[in-house]
């Protein structure tokens, strides 16, 4: 039976206690992933609390983590997404996401919008992936691909 949270504490609780888990056996969120048969992008969000697992990937990775049948049980259930609380983020990194979208929000709006016409892009339907690339002129870029099926408006 498909079971859906209504607060995410128990998630973000979860979240806190994997993290540390993973901190203190030294595993990457690759090898997580490894265990649950998952992309790094979607085994992450649902260990931090944004997806839920598979039954057979939560047992996997409860077990890889040494979190009980409890916490295997509640990384099947569908939180309530978000991670990131009201107002501006503090954190640096997400921070520049959030400067991303003030500075190219508008522009991607408006070329998605020209290309595809009146909807969205779906962030349900949808595929992530990080990857570290040399820079030509010297050190790293960072190049993040946002694969979103677009589901177009339709009046009613």
Known sequence: MVHAQFDPTARQVLAAAAVEAKTRKNLSWQQIADVSGLSVAFTTA???????????SAKA???LLDLDQDAAMLLQTIPTRGSISGG???DPTI??????LQVYGTTLKALVHEQFGDG???AINFKLDVKKVADPEGGERAVITLDGKYLPTKPF
Not at 46 to 56: D, R
Not at 95 to 100: I, K, L
């Open 120 to 122: 969205i892009i779906s």
């Open 61 to 63: 990775v409860a077990e």
């Open 46 to 56: 649902a260990v931090l609390g944004q997806h839920a697992l598979p039954e057979a």
């Open 95 to 100: 921070y520049r996401f959030y400067e991303m």
């Open 88 to 90: 501006m983020p503090t």
